[in-house]
């Protein structure tokens, strides 16, 4: 009796064992995930959050910003492969990154001679942690590797549905409806209104484009790429004196010429892309006849007489389109690109007058004329990619906007009734550059 009760007795010690040592292993297990998912990643920004105020970078600790790992970094992008790859520009690379806490973000990774000191990329830091808007792509951190060549990152919000570029040139394999196009607007322009008024001092944008104003979730605009980002003028200034820098096509022939920046130089290139917005062009028609065609030239004469339907973009005669709204960017576009920056509106007055007109359009939409294919005309496509109207052929076609490559060192700054060229290689003691990077910011 007494051997089968000791017997018995190491069995339960042998399975009261195996317990004890399952749970020490899933303990254990449990701490290691708890501190490689969880505390690690908040042991760090505690770490590296001191670092930038000990710079005198950020001093207010609701601008603080996540500090990144640049092995954080490169594990969420799978060692930047082209499988993240998201766009290109002159100032770098963006890559999509996943990580443990954070999820997905979206990783600016600039050329190496896009910051010339670690200050320089530090003063761009600082600027864009004030930024917060839910129009504006915001900046969630930073990746700033010790020595003088480590790696300079900056870490931004994720926006998944692309760029306005790429609705209103086809790539996305739909169009934005009449309403799309014009909350659209609507948001962009609210953000760089921000850019200019919500912020001291304010900040002029400098490279406002279809490209940079990015489409959320919910079709929602955000204006991202800050690489050419200027502090405006302060106090009795006019103007801030700068370095011709942006896109052909949208830069404005005031800032070509007098090298004075001002909001009303985002204005301008907001304009013109009020005018693709409705007519989904290029900025620049580069004719077979080699000569350019600006697309404020192209559309004035229709929008003076009030006929935005012969400029509208042929995806919109599909289906039913508010006119009157359509009508009202043209004209407003007009408005921004006139030649006198002063005579221009401002952002706020901009997004205020298209909400306005929105407004009337969603509440008073009977009384109003609209476009719709169903009723008013014969509407037809062929596989050869021409579209019927009333039986008028017209050829469907997308343009590659934003992608003519000038075989000159020659900056076109157009006019509004001519196209004026400057000449970099003669301009070039007066500091004219057309490149795109981020220098002296403020």
Avoid at 89 to 103: I, L, M, P, Q, R
Avoid at 136 to 149: D, M, R, T, Y
Avoid at 196 to 217: F, M, Q, T, Y
Wanted: hydrophobic share 35%; aromatic share 10%.
């Amino acid at each position: 009796m007494a051997n089968g009760h000791d017997r018995s007795h190491g069995k339960s010690h042998l399975w009261g064992g195996i317990v004890i040592g399952i749970l020490t292993v899933f303990l254990v297990a449990t701490f290691y995930y708890l501190f490689k998912r969880k505390i690690l990643p908040a042991l760090r920004r505690k770490t590296q959050l001191p670092l930038m105020k000990k710079k005198g970078t950020l001093k207010d600790e609701k601008n603080m910003l996540r500090g990144f790992q640049l092995e954080e970094v490169v594990r969420a992008t799978k060692n930047f492969s082209q499988e993240c790859f998201l766009g290109s520009g002159a100032f770098g690379n963006v890559y999509k990154g996943t990580f443990d806490v954070e999820g997905t973000l979206a990783i600016k990774r600039p050329h190496n001679e896009s910051y010339q000191s670690a200050q320089e990329f530090m003063n761009e830091v600082r600027l864009l942690s004030r930024v917060k808007h839910r129009n504006l792509v915001s900046l969630v951190g930073f990746c700033e590797e010790p020595g003088a060549k480590g790696s300079k990152m900056l870490v931004y919000e994720y926006v998944p549905n692309g760029s306005l570029l790429e609705y209103i040139t086809g790539k996305r394999g739909r169009s934005l409806n009449w309403k799309q196009r014009a909350n659209i607007a609507i948001g962009a322009a609210k953000g760089i209104a921000h850019l200019h008024e919500g912020i001291k001092p304010s900040i002029i944008h400098r490279d406002i484009k279809p490209s940079n104003i990015l489409v959320g979730d919910g079709f929602e605009a955000k204006v991202s790429d800050f690489g050419l980002v200027k502090c405006g003028p302060t106090g009795d200034q006019s103007h801030v004196s700068s370095q011709v820098k942006g896109t052909p096509g949208y830069l404005d022939p005031d800032y070509c010429s007098s090298f004075h920046l001002t909001p009303f130089s985002d204005v301008y290139s907001f304009g013109v892309i009020l005018l693709q917005l409705i007519s989904a062009r290029p900025a620049i028609e580069i004719a077979k006849i080699n000569s350019n065609y600006h697309i404020i030239e192209w559309a004035r004469p229709s929008l003076e007489k009030g006929k935005v339907e012969d400029i509208l973009d042929v995806n919109l005669l599909s289906e039913p389109c508010n006119m009157n709204m359509m009508l009202k960017m043209g004209q407003l576009g007009l408005r921004c690109v006139v030649n006198t920056p002063k005579q221009r509106p401002t952002m706020t007055q901009v997004w205020q007058e298209l909400q306005e007109a929105l407004y009337l359009a969603d509440n008073f939409i009977n009384k109003q004329p609209s476009w719709d294919s169903h009723k008013s005309m014969d509407y037809e496509y062929s596989q050869s990619s021409f579209v019927s109207i009333n039986g008028i052929g017209f050829q469907r076609f997308h343009v590659e906007m934003e992608s003519h490559s000038f075989q000159s060192t020659v900056l076109r700054c157009l006019e509004n009734n001519s196209i004026n060229y400057v000449d970099i290689e003669k301009s070039s003691s007066k500091g004219i550059h057309e490149e795109k990077s981020t220098k002296n910011v403020c």
